[in-house]
């Protein structure tokens, strides 16, 4: 069975710094490209960043590039994000995902549960 466990989430002021992780089982994980997904309360769920199965090549959402760095761990199934400057727009439950491409739109093929990020101004 697969699972993916974020951990990382919280409440943080505006300016500040959180680092979420995604623990993954039940997969080949170094077969699996990873993406990172927020939802805001009232909005769907957007892409953030995705990282390529070997780490070589990532990808991001306009809004987070230069403040947001996604990175992974193969010897220990783990797929981060470091997210800096952190403002009120970043609030929302961030998602781990496994599967597809690292591209915004690609299926994916397994969800975590999700982590809530909470920016306060």
């Known amino acids: 069975q697969v699972h993916l466990v974020e951990s990382g989430g919280g409440l943080v002021q505006a300016g500040g710094s959180l680092r979420l992780s995604c623990e993954v089982s039940?997969?080949?994980?170094?077969?699996?490209?990873m993406r990172w997904f927020r939802q805001a309360p009232g909005k769907e769920r957007d892409f953030v960043a995705g990282i390529s199965w070997s780490g070589s090549s990532t990808y991001y959402e306009s809004t987070v590039r230069g403040r947001f760095t996604i990175s992974r761990d193969n010897a220990k199934n783990t797929v981060s994000l470091q997210m800096n400057n952190l403002g009120a727009d970043d609030t929302a439950v961030y998602y781990c995902?496994?599967?597809?491409?690292?591209?915004?739109?690609?299926?994916?093929?397994?969800w975590g549960q999700g982590t809530q990020v909470t920016v306060s101004s």
């Open positions: 995902a496994a599967g597809g491409n690292i591209s915004p739109i690609a299926d994916v093929d397994y």
């Open positions: 039940g997969l080949t994980f170094y077969r699996y490209n």
